[in-house]
């Protein structure tokens, strides 16, 4: 792990994820939301910040100063990444109440659906060059009562070894570590891929500046994403990070989780090899 690799900037790394948003049509529009309770979210949220302004007495240069940085935000198509880093773990939390199985965390903003489709035991695609040491992530997917779910998909996004994700990165190829894989007739997968690095959000755009204005850092640890999905099961979307890895005990994002971190083991001919199980529930 390393923390020397060059600052990102929004635009090289893509902090622009609104449109990825809004093609994903799973996660946008209709939630079903009455007129009662759109009022109280609304209400309470506004609440929320005047109970900030009047306890810390909130100037009219500083509410100035926030119109404008939330002007910026937009502008800069941050949106999407500001709420993933900053409230999307509470979103989780609330959900993760009603959820048996394995442990979900946020999804953050750089999924991207409709990526190669890759058999049960398969290598990820990547650079003839691609930087980074081998890993390879093996496991089995079952039920709540441990019966394997044949043909179950493990959709897999990733950064490189400098913490980029492709589909966002202008410099990386379409596709780049991502693929969906069909697990075999015993739920059964091995995906060769490369150990990601720490992410760092972009430093140079409106959600860098207000953590460099506050004086917080902008890391979150090495981790791999992924959706386990099985026909009559709830899919999951969840990450797993590395044990010892930088910044999991203070992931901007907060979405670690301890049974979501891996041990993986360094075998001699250099690669990283690690299981981890993922068990569904019933939809
Ligand atoms: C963000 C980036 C990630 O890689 C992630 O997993 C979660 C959030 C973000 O920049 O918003
Ligand atoms: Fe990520």
Do not use: C
Not at 44 to 53: D, G, K, P, Q, R
Not at 73 to 95: I, K, S, Y
Not at 109 to 137: H, I, N, S, W
Not at 246 to 263: F, G, I, Q, Y
């Amino acid at each position: 792990m390393t923390t020397t690799h060059p600052l990102p900037t929004a635009a090289g790394s893509g902090a622009n994820a609104s449109e990825a948003f809004r093609a994903s049509a799973g996660r946008v529009g209709a939630a079903g939301t009455d007129t009662e309770r759109v009022s109280l979210l609304v209400s309470s949220t506004l609440e929320a910040v005047h109970a900030v302004i009047r306890e810390h007495e909130v100037t009219y240069p500083e509410f100035q100063a926030a119109k404008a940085w939330l002007m910026a935000l937009g502008e800069g198509g941050e949106w999407p990444l500001f709420l993933d880093v900053f409230v999307e773990h509470e979103v989780e939390q609330v959900a993760e109440k009603a959820q048996r199985g394995t442990a979900g965390t946020i999804q953050g903003p750089y999924y991207l659906p409709d990526q190669v489709r890759l058999p049960a035991v398969a290598t990820l695609p990547m650079r003839t060059d691609e930087k980074g040491d081998r890993l390879v992530f093996s496991g089995q997917v079952t039920d709540l009562d441990g019966a394997p779910l044949a043909g179950a998909e493990v959709d897999f996004w990733q950064a490189d070894a400098d913490g980029y994700y492709s589909g966002f990165a202008p410099h990386l190829p379409d596709g780049n570590l991502r693929g969906v894989i069909t697990a075999d007739d015993e739920g059964r997968f091995a995906i060769t891929t490369i150990l990601p690095a720490p992410y760092q959000i972009p430093t140079d755009g409106p959600t860098g500046a207000m953590i460099a204005a506050a004086g917080w850092h902008p890391w979150r640890p090495a981790h791999l994403h992924l959706m386990v999905r099985a026909d009559g099961h709830r899919q999951i979307t969840t990450q797993l990070y590395f044990s010892g890895g930088e910044w999991l005990e203070s992931d901007v994002a907060r979405a670690t989780k301890d049974e979501l971190v891996l041990s993986p083991e360094k075998r001699d001919d250099g690669t990283h090899r690690v299981a981890y199980d993922f068990v569904l529930e019933p939809a």
